[in-house]
């Protein structure tokens, strides 16, 4: 996985998608910030390490930018 250049798990993510907000350039932006960027990038994404901690897709009320713990999105935020 260390030589993907985008996230592996865009495909199903709404931020990819762009169903975030409701705002189409909400979701373009975190795109190109995250989902686009390479490792580096989308490694750091609060979506994709919740995926790798739990298994299963975050909320989609989880921005990749969340402040919040992966124990937080856990408890917090159950997979719509």
Do not use: F, W
């Not at 705002?23 to 919740?50: D, F, H, I, P």
């Not at 897709?57 to 408890?75: D, F, G, H, Q, T």
């Amino acid at each position: 996985m260390e030589n993907t250049i985008h996230c592996p798990i865009l495909e199903d993510c709404p931020i990819y998608l762009n169903n975030v907000c409701h705002n189409e350039m909400v979701g373009l932006t975190y795109r190109s910030l995250y989902c686009l960027q390479g490792n580096k990038k989308y490694k750091q994404c609060k979506r994709y390490q919740a995926y790798l901690k739990l298994g299963k897709e975050a909320s989609r009320k989880v921005l990749p930018n969340s402040p919040m713990s992966l124990e937080e999105i856990a408890s917090y935020h159950p997979t719509i």
